[in-house]
């Protein structure tokens, strides 16, 4: 298995532009997690899905923000218009319900907003 | 609300040392707990795990036992080397109830120095 893909790996955008960050969870995997890790606030949960539903969008700090996940094999989590505090790392996680193991992280988006 | 609690770092430690990395945390259930690392630049991988009570996870010479009575799940190496240098989080689930999501500590810088 390839593991969680997300892309880009880097994003730079200047500020106001629409930022679509992607993910790709594991196969068979029922949800999907979108993180954000700052140096200041670490790691933030910013919403989950479960079958493609999205169950806790809390974390999600403002409407600029949304997600999506239209089949079971893809996400995108958009930010429209960027600003330059929305600079982080975007992590998107997956996991399969019943396990007792970790979830599986992928590799991360780098997102700088100039 | 559900917590992780980790101990401050960075931690610098000479190669060979014994580490030991703190962890507490509050959960109004019964957690799966976690420890993952993340290298520079790259996500986060899970490096061990515990379900329940008294159990010991284990990975590439890392311990960490789940203590109940003390809620706490601290992280162990009898020797570390300088490839375990890294950030390291403790964070728990709760499998039970409605809540899926992983709940992060603020992680612990590691240096291990030749």
């Known amino acids: 298995d390839a593991g969680v893909i997300q892309s880009p790996r880097h994003e730079v955008t200047e500020m106001g532009q629409e930022v679509t960050l992607r993910c790709k969870p594991i196969?068979?995997?029922?949800?999907l997690f979108w993180y954000r890790q700052t140096m200041m606030r670490g790691l933030e949960l910013l919403i989950y899905f479960n079958n493609n539903v999205p169950i806790d969008d809390s974390g999600m700090p403002e409407d600029r923000f949304s997600a999506k996940m239209p089949n079971a094999s893809f996400s995108t989590l958009k930010i429209q218009p960027s600003e330059p505090r929305d600079s982080a790392v975007y992590f998107c996680?997956?996991?399969?319900?019943?396990?007792?193991?970790?979830?599986?992280f992928g590799s991360g988006t780098r997102l700088t907003v100039v | 609300g559900d917590s992780v609690t980790q101990m401050e770092g960075p931690v610098t430690l000479s190669e060979e040392a014994f580490l030991t990395i703190n962890c507490t945390y509050t959960?109004?259930?019964?957690?799966?707990l976690f420890w993952y690392v993340q290298y520079p630049g790259e996500g986060l991988q899970l490096l061990l795990k515990a379900t329940k009570a008294d159990d010991k996870g284990s990975n590439k010479g890392f311990e960490a036992t789940y203590r109940k009575e003390t809620t706490s799940f601290h992280l162990e190496k009898g020797s570390v080397q300088v490839s375990d240098s890294a950030v390291y989080f403790c964070a728990l689930t709760l499998l039970s109830g409605s809540a899926r999501q992983l709940t992060f500590g603020s992680g612990t810088q590691l240096t291990v120095l030749p």
């Open positions: 959960a109004t259930g019964y957690p799966s």
């Open positions: 196969s068979g995997h029922d949800y």
């Open positions: 996680a997956s996991k399969i319900d019943g396990g007792r193991g970790g979830y599986t």
